[in-house]
């Protein structure tokens, strides 16, 4: 079964300096892979969809994903505080009746 | 921003008690997830709907939770018999359509903490 992991688990940027995180996943096979927002006691926003190798941008937040290293990562340009919040990686199954599996995220925190 | 409406935001249930929460999926969305966010971050699939019928569920679901996304109604899941480790956040989502490559939006949650 699919499994997921990001890391770091947390990370402390300065306001404007790029922050960078990743996930790995255990099943080359995927195709969908998405990168969500949760801010606290809210609901996931999402961020970036992306579906083939390289990089997909959507305003500041840009994925890369590398299936044969079983790794994607997203890149927030120039960070504010208000982008403090826990990011998911998100993986669809490729089998079956798809599902979302989803990393334990990581809590970034954005210094003024 | 998602418009999957979520309600109660939060509810207090002791054990044993049912504890019930409903979703509005956005319109248009025929496909609706929910999903249980424990305090660690940990996602676990519960249940998926397309239109009203289920399309997979987990066994803990099967067993102790009922749900169910009647036409032109809320979905809604309940659990029949809260326990303490049902602590959590129970996220909605929902789909334009059932293939993978779509995007779930979500609701905010509703938060249950079973005393």
């Known amino acids: 079964q699919q499994k997921v992991q990001q890391s770091p688990e947390s990370l402390t940027v300065s306001e404007g300096a790029m922050a960078s995180l990743n996930c790995t996943f255990s099943?080359?096979?995927?195709?969908?892979f998405r990168w969500y927002r949760q801010h606290s006691a809210k609901g996931l926003e999402v961020l970036v969809s992306?579906?083939?190798?390289g990089e997909k941008e959507e305003g500041r937040f840009t994925a890369h994903l590398n299936r044969a290293n079983l790794h994607v990562s997203l890149h927030i340009r120039e960070p504010q505080p208000s982008d403090s919040a826990v990011y998911l990686c998100a993986v669809s199954t490729s089998s079956g009746s798809w599902q979302l599996i989803f990393g334990s995220g990581t809590q970034l925190t954005v210094m003024p | 921003n998602s418009k999957v409406i979520q309600t109660p935001r939060y509810l207090v249930k002791g054990q044993g008690q049912k504890a019930k929460m409903r979703c509005i999926p956005e319109k248009g969305h025929p496909v609706v997830f929910w999903y249980q966010q424990n305090k660690n971050n940990e996602f676990k699939f519960l249940i998926n709907?397309?239109?009203?019928?289920?399309?997979?569920q987990i066994d803990m679901t099967e067993k102790r939770f009922s749900a169910e996304c009647p036409s032109n109604s809320p979905c809604s899941l309940e659990i029949q018999s809260s326990e303490a480790g049902d602590s959590a956040l129970y996220l909605c989502?929902?789909?334009?359509?059932?293939?993978?490559?779509?995007?779930?939006?979500f609701g905010e949650g509703s938060r249950l903490i079973v005393v």
């Open positions: 709907f397309q239109n009203q019928e289920v399309l997979q």
């Open positions: 099943d080359g096979t995927s195709n969908n």
């Open positions: 992306i579906f083939s190798d």
């Open positions: 989502a929902s789909s334009p359509t059932g293939g993978s490559e779509n995007t779930l939006y």
